[in-house]
């Protein structure tokens, strides 16, 4: 993943105040609570609400894309990459991982 979508997953978790590791329930907690902060119609006079629940509704579709039930990183590793990126750059080419015999 590059590092520019790796900022904008890190942005998106810091607007839902979510840790580093989160799950799916816990990203949606995290905007079901955001949005009953940040709504329009509880912050009447607020002029910046309707920009906060675009940045919250944005943050959380993002998050929801990437993870599933599961804890992920929304950090790179010291390469820069995700675990699957990781994972191929290792041993992507292994005739043991990919199932290949060699000749």
Same mark, same amino acid.
């Given at each position: 993943?590059?590092?520019?979508?790796?900022?904008?997953?890190?942005? $998106?978790?810091?607007?839902?105040?979510?840790?580093?590791?989160?799950?799916?329930?816990?990203?949606?907690?995290?905007?079901?609570?955001?949005?009953?902060?940040?709504?329009?119609?509880?912050?009447?006079?607020?002029?910046?609400?309707?920009?906060?629940? $675009?940045?919250?509704?944005?943050?959380?579709?993002?998050?929801?894309?990437?993870?599933?039930?599961?804890?992920?990183?929304?950090?790179?590793?010291?390469?820069?990459?995700?675990?699957?990126?990781?994972?191929?750059?290792?041993?992507?080419?292994?005739?043991?991982?990919?199932?290949?015999?060699?000749?």
């Amino acid at each position: 993943m590059k590092r520019d979508k790796w900022a904008a997953i890190d942005r $998106a978790r810091r607007i839902l105040g979510l840790t580093e590791r989160a799950t799916r329930n816990e990203i949606r907690d995290a905007y079901v609570k955001a949005c009953r902060l940040n709504h329009p119609d509880r912050l009447k006079e607020n002029e910046d609400s309707e920009e906060k629940m $675009a940045l919250i509704n944005s943050a959380y579709k993002l998050l929801m894309e990437y993870a599933d039930n599961y804890r992920l990183n929304f950090l790179p590793n010291e390469d820069g990459m995700d675990d699957e990126d990781w994972w191929f750059y290792h041993f992507g080419q292994d005739p043991v991982w990919v199932g290949e015999k060699e000749e």
